[in-house]
């Protein structure tokens, strides 16, 4: 049995910026190449949690599709649909919630972090409960591993112990899912080497013109040290963003010309924007060639798969739970 891996998009927003790219596309690619069974489902209902603009929920959710689409995601072998085209996870949802407690779900990040934000009165039961419909989109589709950052790794813990209380009180249903940490799955620096951010507004986007992007990269600060003099390459911006776009023999190149001393950073510059520029442009060709109609197509296709896996579950996660008189 191929192992099967699940990962997910948010829209609130439809820029893919280059630390989005290497960060979480990249892996869906490696993934591609290793034959793995993949899930990306656009986790839309999340969304709703902080969006209320449909105009722009629904625009974002066609652009990140696209732009999955445009960077080489293969939608034969990735099977894409969005959250709320598939009844099951809020079915799981309820279930799961049902045993759920409050003390739980008062220690989550998801809770703590909306408390720094807003007071405990104006929180949204969405936000409060986003944990719950989390561990129910893993848990219909019994993955092997989910790739989560530091930020939900919590959530991924509170899933298992989710998972295992179910079990315990129904008989084995869920398999209890991994965290898929992957090491090579670098964090993309910017200017002030802060990581690349929307929350930071400091990202290069997937979309970027030639023009904007040579004036970011123009304004990348850089030390102060005279050309002649040796620098070390891991302690400058450009290098740190350059060595993504090189290959080893090119990195070592330009590493030893950083340390010998008598490099330029307008050469790097020159050199980052002529990668980014060259990264980019197949993506952007890709982007605007794939047509709404395709998008819609591949969710709904992709619905009416990622239905048929997860009815199963609510099938048997009914009848266990008493809900379902006989099963089919
Ligand atoms: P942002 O910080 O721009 O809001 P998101 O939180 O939407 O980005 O992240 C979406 C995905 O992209 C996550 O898998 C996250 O780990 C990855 N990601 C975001 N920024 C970076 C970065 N600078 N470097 C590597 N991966 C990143
Ligand atoms: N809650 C996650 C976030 O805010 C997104 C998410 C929703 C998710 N469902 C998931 C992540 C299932 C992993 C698995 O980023």
Redesign the pocket.
Same mark, same amino acid.
């Given at each position: 049995m191929k192992k099967r891996v699940l %990962?997910w @998009?948010?829209p %609130? /927003?439809d *820029?893919i910026?280059?630390?989005?790219? &290497?960060?979480?596309?990249k892996?869906i690619l490696n993934w591609q190449k290793e034959w793995l069974d993949i899930i990306l489902f656009v986790a839309d209902m999340h969304a709703t949690t902080t969006l209320h603009d449909w105009e722009t929920l629904r625009k974002n959710i066609i652009g990140l599709v696209r732009s999955y689409l445009a960077s080489w995601i293969n939608p034969e072998r990735v099977l894409v649909f969005k959250q709320s085209d598939v009844a099951g996870h809020v079915q799981l949802w309820w279930v799961l919630a049902s045993i759920t407690t409050l003390g739980y779900m008062k220690r989550m990040h998801a809770y703590k972090d909306a408390l720094q934000k807003w007071k405990s009165d104006e929180i949204t039961m969405g936000t409060f409960n986003y944990p719950i419909l989390m561990a129910a989109d893993i848990l219909l589709y019994d993955p092997d591993y989910v790739? @989560?950052?530091k930020?939900q790794k919590q959530h991924l813990e509170f899933t298992r112990d989710i998972a295992e209380k179910f079990n315990s009180i129904y008989g084995e249903t869920f398999k209890l899912p991994q965290s898929w940490i992957d090491k090579n *799955?670098? %964090?993309?620096?910017?200017i002030d080497g802060r990581?690349? /951010?929307? /929350?930071?507004n400091n &990202?290069i986007s997937l979309l970027e013109d030639d023009d904007s992007l040579l004036k970011k990269i123009r304004r990348i600060p850089t030390s102060p040290i005279p050309i002649d003099e040796p620098k070390n390459p891991d302690e400058c911006n450009v290098f740190n963003m350059l060595k993504h776009f090189l290959s080893d023999e090119e990195e070592k190149k330009i590493r030893n010309r950083y340390e010998k001393g008598g490099l330029a950073y307008k050469e790097v510059k020159d050199l980052l924007y002529e990668k980014i520029k060259e990264f980019l442009a197949p993506i952007k060709r890709a982007y605007q060639n794939i047509p709404d109609e395709e998008i819609k197509k591949l969710l709904a296709q992709g619905a009416q798969k990622a239905n048929e896996i997860s009815s199963k579950k609510i099938e048997d996660v009914y009848f266990k739970v008493g809900y379902l008189i006989s099963k089919s």
């Open positions: %990962t @998009v948010k %609130t /927003s *820029v910026h280059l630390g989005n790219y &290497f960060g979480a596309i892996q790739p @989560v950052g930020d *799955v670098a %964090t993309i620096p910017w990581k690349m /951010s929307k /929350s930071y &990202f």
